[in-house]
């Protein structure tokens, strides 16, 4: 994506045509399509799974491995119910909630006051010159007093949101279906607005689940949940690491793996699944060092976008101001990404303080303090999270590489190239191996010794089909940096000068150079490093 355009038409059509480059090409399918689809849920198809695996080990390796004082850890997903009721998450936000349809807000169903008057109700809406039409049940209360209108307005700005065209106003909206309803005691509309609500529904985010054989629901003991982040088993596990690590402060845990959330609105293709992979580290430290450390992790993250092949200015930071910050958090960054459809969150960096720690310390009743050798001094460390999203990683460096060119071809005429400009070390399929014909034993021959040469360093793929611009073109639309021709000169029919060379295209520039095949291996792997 070379600019985010400010039409939305525009980039809800963008939108399109990379989910349908995801699905046509093998990165992303919806989970058990062939029944109708599991909501919130997806699967990673050939390609799809090769880059979040490359994506996941440059993570890996930029923070595990070439760090020394950051260590690993792979936590289970079936969680104790005792590690959540101390993080907050059991019975934190399990009240019953229910969300105004004209402005989103979400309120708690038990402290709405029940209300009486007039409901307007109706079916939907329409207008005529745009031949827009919706067909949808509204409604509006009015309290004794308030003058109809009110309710067509609200209406009318409730149906407005549906809207294609944006630039025509709520008022030239015709409403459809208007009936009036006595209501007593209700509270199934927004106190402030009028609004209808939302059913009620269980606000709590967490699966739950029973364990053993003889699982039986009744039996709390037996309950676990699916955790819904990584960083749980982090803080649970953060003395067995400490005394087995001989890690000091400032020292981190990272993990990847996946994070379930029961989202009651999945949407934007994967930026909200309900089942989705976290990449997180704690990194432990002293007090003094906290607020330094958030923003040297702000950097070290936005570094580690822009070597991915996202750049900075692509990205906002955005301080999450006083009041909206989690209530421990004394210094929180969200790390946005202009998404086609808008700026939205890919990590949050997070100072979180003593909070996790104490917390589990005052659960467990076991001593998770830290001690420091040289001061002689006992303490809870504090903690800055860097938190990021694989999945909504995986679909910005969808977003960012996604091109359509027009460009000149061979026969001089003009054509759309749709090209995924990954970075080479991003990249799904590193280099593309053509033989220059499929008939002439040679060429495959060769080809074949290429294909093996270069296979258990990197992933390649080997094709002999079609005219050599085809099998460019197949491969510039998955983002294939680099593709491999063997052709006659290759073999030796042109004389000896270039025997043991091949044709080397470069992706973005669609430059040709000559490369020895002794040479190809090492060039290929500076490259996608
Ligand atoms: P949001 O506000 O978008 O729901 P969050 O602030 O709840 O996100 P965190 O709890 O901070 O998210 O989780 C850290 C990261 O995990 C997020 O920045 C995001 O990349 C990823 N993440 C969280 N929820 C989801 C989800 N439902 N689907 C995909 N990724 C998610």
Not at 26 to 37: K, L, P, W
Request: some cysteine.
């Amino acid at each position: 994506m070379s600019e985010t355009s400010p039409s939305p038409e525009k980039n809800a059509a963008l939108m399109e045509k990379i989910v349908s480059l995801c699905k046509r090409r093998g990165f992303i399918f919806q989970s058990a399509e062939i029944y109708g689809g599991l909501n919130g849920c997806w699967d990673y198809g050939p390609l799809g799974v090769e880059l979040k695996r490359n994506l996941k080990e440059y993570w890996w390796r930029k923070n595990v491995q070439e760090n020394d004082n950051i260590v690993g850890l792979d936590g289970s997903i079936l969680t104790h119910q005792e590690v959540l009721k101390a993080s907050g998450h059991v019975g934190g936000f399990s009240d019953p909630m229910c969300d105004c349809l004209l402005t989103r807000a979400r309120l708690r169903a038990d402290q709405i006051d029940p209300q009486s008057g007039v409901a307007y109700c109706y079916t939907g809406a329409s207008h005529e010159e745009s031949g827009w039409s919706i067909e949808r049940e509204y409604a509006v209360l009015l309290k004794e007093g308030q003058d109809e209108n009110k309710a067509r307005k609200t209406a009318r700005l409730y149906f407005s949101q549906f809207l294609t065209d944006k630039q025509i106003s709520p008022k030239k909206i015709e409403l459809a279906g208007e009936r009036t309803e006595e209501v007593r005691e209700s509270t199934r509309f927004n106190p402030e607005n009028g609004s209808l609500l939302t059913e009620a529904r269980e606000f709590n985010l967490m699966f739950k689940t029973h364990l053993g054989a003889s699982a039986d629901e009744a039996d709390e003991s037996a309950v676990a949940y699916l955790r819904p982040e990584t960083a749980q088993s982090i803080f649970v596990q953060f003395k067995n690491v400490l005394e087995t690590n001989r890690v000091k402060l400032p020292f981190g845990i990272a993990q990847i793996g996946k994070s379930f959330r029961n989202e009651i609105n999945p949407r934007n293709y994967t930026f909200r699944s309900r089942e989705f992979e976290q990449m997180e580290i704690e990194f432990f430290c002293r007090e003094e060092d906290g607020m330094a450390l958030t923003d040297e992790w702000l950097e070290r993250r936005l570094a580690f976008y822009e070597e991915i092949g996202i750049p900075r200015e692509h990205l906002h930071i955005l301080d999450v101001p006083d009041g909206e910050r989690a209530h421990y958090s004394r210094k929180t960054y969200d790390i946005e990404y202009e998404f086609p459809f808008g700026i939205q969150e890919l990590e949050g960096v997070a100072y979180r303080t003593d909070y996790d720690l104490s917390k589990h310390r005052e659960h467990s009743k076991k001593p998770l303090e830290y001690f420091d050798e040289e001061k002689k001094e006992k303490f809870i460390p504090h903690v800055v999270e860097p938190s990021a999203g694989c999945d909504r990683t995986v679909l910005a460096l969808l977003c960012e590489a996604f091109d359509e060119e027009t460009i000149t071809n061979e026969k001089d005429k003009e054509e759309t190239r749709v090209v995924m400009h990954f970075s080479p070390r991003i990249a799904p399929v590193k280099a593309g191996i053509f033989p220059l014909l499929k008939n002439k034993p040679e060429l495959v021959k060769k080809a074949r010794q290429v294909e093996n040469l270069l296979k258990p360093f990197m992933t390649v793929f080997y094709d002999e089909t079609g005219a050599i611009g085809r099998r460019y073109r197949r491969q510039d639309e998955i983002g294939t940096p680099y593709c491999v021709t063997i052709d006659f000169d290759t073999i030796g029919e042109n004389g000896d000068d270039l025997i043991d060379t091949v044709t080397l295209r470069e992706r973005d520039s669609m430059r040709q150079q000559r490369i020895p095949i002794s040479d190809l291996r090492n060039f290929l792997l500076e490259k996608i490093h």
